[in-house]
């Protein structure tokens, strides 16, 4: 099915391990963005990228990184996971024309716990 | 400031009975978009309604209605004839800038957990 793929679905870290949350998406979609779900908290945006090449920060950048190097392509990295890392992460894309532009399609969703 | 509040954090409605859910929103831009997303217990974020800045009527999608009042910042969502599976967290989102922007950020709410009891 198109949409969104995230993996892994689930992963624990030791505190000061580094990992990548991989995402893709078979869209053709130019704006990808990570958020994480934190409960009481909503949805806060890490990372967002406009299009290959292209990255900015969100409101959380902190302790994260991200690179796209193709449209389909969005990972996430942590550098060195921290107990307050440990969040559901979301992956989502969106195309900016047409009617569905700025909708965002959300992948499944990865729950990371950083002991 | 929070860009988007969303003061119910739990709402309860029985069965085949409307039910509103509130979003208030913060801009100065007079582009925006106002969305709404529902989250099931299993998760995912599913997309349900949007409302531009500058369209003239309330949007609608099914049993879903979304009653903004621009001069208040209310875009509230609306549920017709509740059914058990509308169980579920609700998000409201705010994009500033003009659809198909490359620039606006998506703004959420903290959510309400809406139960549907028989």
């Known amino acids: ?18 990992m990548t949350l991989q995402c893709a998406q078979d869209m053709n979609h130019e704006y990808m963005s990570w958020y994480r779900q934190d409960p009481g908290m909503g949805l806060r945006l890490i990372h967002y990228s406009v299009g290959a090449g292209i990255t900015d920060q969100g409101e959380v950048p902190n302790g994260y990184n991200v690179s ?9 990295r942590l550098l060195s996971a921290a107990p307050s890392q440990t969040s559901v992460y979301f992956c989502a894309s969106s195309s900016t024309r047409g009617s569905g532009a700025n909708v965002l399609t959300f992948g499944a969703g990865s729950r990371l716990t950083v002991l | 400031a929070q860009k988007i509040t969303q003061t119910q954090p739990g709402m309860f409605v029985q069965e085949k009975e409307a039910v509103t859910l509130d979003c208030t929103y913060d801009t100065s831009d007079p582009s ?21 800045s500058y369209d003239q009527q309330n949007a609608t999608e099914g049993r879903y209605s979304l009653n903004f009042q621009k001069a208040r910042k209310s875009a509230n969502l609306v549920i017709s004839a509740s059914q058990l599976g509308d169980s579920a967290m609700y998000f409201c989102a705010m994009r500033e800038g003009k659809r198909g922007s490359t620039l606006g950020r998506l703004y959420f709410g903290r959510g309400t957990q809406l139960t549907v009891w028989p």
Do not use: H
């Open chain 1, 1 to 18: 099915n198109a949409g969104v793929t995230q993996t892994p679905k689930f992963q624990v870290l030791k505190t000061g391990q580094s």
């Open chain 1, 68 to 76: 796209r190097s193709t449209t389909e392509d969005f990972p996430l």
């Open chain 2, 32 to 52: 925006y978009g106002l969305f709404w997303y529902k989250q099931p217990s299993s998760g995912e974020m599913i997309f349900l309604i949007y409302q531009g």
